[in-house]
């Protein structure tokens, strides 16, 4: 069974930078996207960060210009490079994939906690 796996999260301070990863056990086939969603206390897991399976990507408005999604070796390992952190970027993050396949479509990773403190 495939299955995501997140790491990267921590305490960090405001302006602080942090990279997460996303590394896959397996292979998933016919990739759609992967991306990078956050939840936040008490809100609504939101769309962070996407990028398709031909390059493109799509941010939210609030991080565009602080964060980069970006893939390693194939679909095995995606990145999310923030910088510029700022408390309110404080949330559970989630990485997601998307396949063309049932079996293996909208598979979700654990998440890893980031904390900014002000």
């Known amino acids: 069974q495939v299955q995501l796996v997140e790491s990267g999260g921590g305490l960090v301070q405001s302006g602080g930078s942090l990279t997460l990863s996303c590394t896959t056990s397996?292979?998933?086939?016919?990739?759609?996207?992967m991306g990078w969603y956050r939840q936040a206390p008490g809100k609504e897991r939101e769309l962070v960060a996407v990028?398709?399976?031909?390059?493109?990507?799509n941010y939210a408005d609030s991080v565009k210009g602080r964060f980069t999604i970006s893939r390693d070796n194939g679909w095995n390992l995606l990145y999310l490079q923030m910088n510029n952190l700022k408390p309110e970027d404080t949330a559970v993050y989630y990485c997601?994939?998307?396949?063309?396949?049932?079996?293996?479509?909208?598979?979700w990773g654990q998440g890893t906690r980031v904390t900014v403190s002000s």
């Open positions: 990028m398709n399976s031909g390059g493109g990507t």
């Open positions: 397996g292979s998933i086939p016919r990739v759609v996207a």
């Open positions: 997601n994939a998307r396949s063309a396949v049932r079996t293996t479509d909208n598979l």
